[in-house]
């Protein structure tokens, strides 16, 4: 584990800069039971802050994996009562919820993945009118602890020890924290970021653009029409009565739900994927007519077959994302088998719903007025990385002019 003190700091500034707890707040921390101290340091930095209670829903990943092997579908797919209700009063609460991400990659390779989208199906339908009145109206963070398991994955060369001292480092570099901060000074330093990330997407959103278009030696040759009005969202986000927060603990992208129905072309993945403990990787789509149409993939075609297939909107883009090849994480110069790092470390797209808060007045719009504008939805929402170190990025104007975004995976222009 790392030093203490590091430890705090790093607990304060997902409590200030990324829960924004005010007093009154009622939190949910869910964590996997190796991340204890880091709960418990979580836990002291919030009641400190004025939290009105806390409560932990522990996780062990060992265990959910004896329930996938060992219980029936039907056993996997019900939902307890109590369960619901929870879900539930949380949601009409506005209970802020912190989920820390310390999960090994391949935990559940060898769970039948087509039982786990299955299951998937049969849930959602429950919980989704739950998720969609609470949608916007509560603070949600996903924040990353090292657990020796994921950094043996990250570092396999290193003895378990090292590599998850090296990879709590990681951590920790990419959410902005210096050693030697205190919980203030990383917060400022993580706010300060986090304002220019929303600076650039105030700059995309005030273009107006109508289509994007995606170029790279590899194969990616593709367009995708934007729905309109939508809006470029980087950096934190804030719910309908205004209390900001940090969705993602790091952050690099800048961000928009593309049209559904409008996209054509190939997208060739540049990392791997790791989905439900298995991997895809050396893979690639086409769209047509907005859909996915045509794939392959070297490693994890049936997973990525069953991804695809999962629902009617599974097979649609719900998000075209913007980072550089200068971001941090790109930078650290490994794959970290966890999408909310490998996201932030390259351009990616993802497959699934898209994201109501992108358009604006959205809360006063049903769930048919989004769709009819062009939001995509779906129970799922993977993304996979295209960007590369020549990948070239255009917006398309009104009146079809084109607007040079990335070049060879940078900013360019008005964006650098």
């Known amino acids: 584990m790392m030093d203490t003190s590091r430890l705090n700091t790093y607990a304060e500034l997902l409590v200030r800069s990324g829960l924004s707890v005010r007093p009154g707040q009622k939190l949910v921390i869910r964590s996997s039971t190796g991340q204890a101290l880091l709960v418990r340091a979580i836990a002291a930095a919030a009641y400190a802050a004025g939290a009105a209670s806390i409560r932990v829903d522990w996780n062990d990943q060992a265990v959910e994996r004896l329930a996938w092997l060992h219980e029936s579908e039907d056993q996997l797919a019900e939902i307890e009562p109590w369960w619901l209700a929870r879900l539930a009063q949380d949601a009409d609460q506005a209970t802020a919820v912190l989920h820390l991400a310390d999960r090994d990659p391949e935990g559940l390779a060898d769970v039948d993945s087509q039982l786990i989208m299955r299951v998937q199906q049969r ?51 990419s959410v902005h924290m210096q050693p030697g901060d205190d919980g203030a000074t990383a917060a400022a330093r993580w706010d300060s970021h986090q304002a220019r990330l929303a600076e650039r997407g105030r700059r995309l959103t005030s273009l107006g653009l109508v289509e994007m278009r995606f170029r790279s030696a590899n194969g990616t040759d593709f367009r995708a029409g934007l729905i309109p009005g939508a809006l470029w969202m980087g950096g934190g986000d804030t719910t309908l009565d205004g209390k900001q927060f940090s969705p993602n603990m790091p952050t690099e992208e800048i961000f928009t739900s593309p049209r559904r129905g409008d996209a054509d072309g190939w997208l060739v993945a540049t990392k791997p994927l790791s989905l439900n403990g298995k991997l895809i990787d050396d893979f690639r789509i086409r769209f047509a007519d907005g859909k996915a149409v045509e794939w392959s993939a070297g490693t994890g075609r049936d997973a990525l077959d069953a991804l695809i297939a999962l629902d009617e909107g599974a097979a649609y883009l719900g998000e075209l994302a913007l980072v550089p090849q200068s971001s941090p994480i790109q930078q650290a110069g490994v794959l970290f088998h966890s999408t909310l790092f490998d996201e932030n470390a390259s351009c990616h797209v993802a497959l699934g719903r898209g994201f109501s808060n992108l358009i604006p007045n959205h809360e006063n719009l049903s769930k048919q007025e989004l769709t009819d504008l062009g939001l995509n939805d779906s129970m799922t929402h993977v993304d996979f990385m295209i960007g590369s170190s020549d990948l070239a990025v255009d917006g398309v104007l009104p009146d079809g002019s084109l607007v040079p975004i990335l070049r060879d995976g940078e900013w360019v222009g008005d964006f650098a």
């Open 123 to 173: 849930r959602f339908p429950v919980i989704k009118p739950i998720h969609e009145r609470s949608e916007n109206r509560y603070v949600w963070v996903i924040a990353a602890a090292a657990s020796p398991a994921w950094a043996g994955r990250v570092y396999p060369d290193l003895d378990p020890d090292t590599a998850t001292a090296t990879l709590w480092e990681r951590i920790l570099e």
